[in-house]
Structures are given as structure tokens and as C-alpha cells.
């Protein structure tokens, strides 16, 4: 995920999203973007969340603002 994390903001890739909010489009990009997202959860929630509705949502948001 270097990839990600080292990419300035002008090589940002541009995400196309359903009506679901499910990501669309180039199947690489939704790839890395799963990836990068369950690295992400893995990193910032806590084991003793076991569902994600649980999780708060000041952290939701803070990832959010991350990606």
C-alpha cells in the first residue's frame, strides 16, 4: 500500500460509484482501493469492534477524511 500512501494528490485516481455507493469501473482500481480501505479499518478499529455498525462514527469519519 506504499503505492497509495506515496501518491501525491495530482496522481490521485478518480472512483466511480453506483447508485449503492458500490465502487464501479476499472477493476484494478477497485481492487486497490479494497485493499487500501481494509488496511486502513485494520489499522485504525479495534479487534473488540466485531460490527462495523458499532464501530463510531467520529472514526468512520476520520478514515473517510483519510481516504
Do not use: A
Not at 497509495?4 to 478518480?14: M, Y
Not at 469501473?25 to 485493499?35: A, T
Not at 488496511?39 to 481516504?67: A, F, R
Amino acid at each position: 500500500m506504499l503505492k497509495v500512501h506515496g501518491r501525491s494528490s495530482n496522481e490521485k485516481l478518480v472512483v466511480t460509484f453506483n447508485k449503492c455507493g458500490q465502487p464501479i469501473g476499472d477493476k484494478k482500481i477497485r481492487y486497490e482501493l479494497s485493499n487500501f480501505m481494509g488496511t486502513l479499518v485494520k489499522d485504525h478499529v479495534s479487534l473488540t469492534h466485531v460490527n462495523w455498525h458499532l464501530v463510531p462514527q467520529e472514526l468512520k469519519n476520520k478514515m473517510l477524511q483519510y481516504i
